[in-house]
């Protein structure tokens, strides 16, 4: 996954770069963090080394789609359901981190000259659906 590569020797100190290999492939939701030993020896006799630890952290971009828990909601409600009826909850996920990993809903019409778009209301941070005007 890495690898050093020397930038510069100067003085008889010498500088590395930690840097990834060509296969790596990082996957943040697989595994988020990466410990790495390095180890330094001299050339001395018999050679003497040092030991450093590295933790490499894996940032999270936004590579994840949001999952919802079904692919198809059915809901019932009564003809003379007052409005603010809660008729359902959409439920959905998303693995990434931070804004990335949150979600928001929206209703979208499937014919946006009908009128059915508008008795009905979806909470954009908890999915709930209600009644919005008289069925």
Do not use: W
Not at 110 to 132: K, L, M, W, Y
Request: net charge negative.
């Amino acid at each position: 996954m890495f690898k050093l590569l020397p930038v510069a020797i100067v003085d008889k100190k010498a500088e590395y770069r930690l840097v990834t290999s060509d296969e790596a492939d990082f996957d943040r939701e697989i595994l988020d963090r990466y410990h790495v030993s390095v180890t330094c020896e001299d050339h001395g006799s018999p050679p003497l080394s040092a030991n450093a630890s590295l933790e490499v952290l894996v940032e999270d971009v936004n590579d994840n789609e949001p999952r919802l828990s079904r692919h198809h909601y059915v809901f019932q409600v009564a003809e003379n359901s007052r409005l603010s009826t809660q008729i359902g909850v959409i439920v959905a996920d998303d693995p990434d981190l931070g804004p990335s990993g949150s979600v928001s809903f929206y209703l979208e019409p499937r014919d946006p000259e009908s009128s059915d778009f508008d008795a009905f209301q979806i909470d954009p941070v908890t999915g709930v659906i209600t009644v919005e005007t008289g069925l």
